[in-house]
């Protein structure tokens, strides 16, 4: 599991705890993103985000840089609050070897897209 608080580097975003403790990052705006040093993606066929959200958004999964090539695409609809969390699985393209993980932001709006816990990268 990758905390997504426990980024290496980030633009524009915060970390947050909610009542449970658990730290977040929040106030992820469209242009934003966290990265993730040396990953290793080999084998890995999904991707696990555990979320809160009170609007529609697009997280991307990207190698490299933060306009780098995306290996998957969470989109988020409201889990009915900022605190109110859930997990999604969404498929990943095939990316081996150590990599550099970035995640970016989308709102059609360019509002935030509410509160990201951690991922996890899943082998089948
Ligand atoms: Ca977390």
């Known amino acids: 599991m990758i905390e997504a608080e ?3 580097a980030q633009l524009g975003v915060a970390i947050a705890s909610g009542s449970t403790g658990a730290q ?3 106030a992820l705006k469209p242009g934003d993103w966290t990265a993730y040093a040396n990953v ?3 084998g890995m066929t999904k991707a696990e985000f555990k979320f809160a ?4 958004g697009i997280v991307r999964l990207r190698i ?13 609809a409201s889990t009915g609050g900022l605190q109110t969390w859930k997990t ?18 989308e709102n059609a709006a360019g509002d935030e897209i509410g509160n990201i816990d951690y991922f996890k990268l899943l082998a089948a």
């Open 40 to 42: 290793n993606l080999t």
């Open 53 to 56: 959200s009170d609007k529609t």
């Open 88 to 105: 999604a699985q969404i498929a990943l393209a095939p990316a081996a070897g150590i990599q550099n993980l970035y995640l970016t932001f």
């Open 64 to 76: 490299g840089g933060p306009s780098g090539t995306v290996i998957g695409t969470l989109n988020i």
């Open 24 to 26: 977040y990052i929040g």
């Open 6 to 8: 426990k980024y290496g």
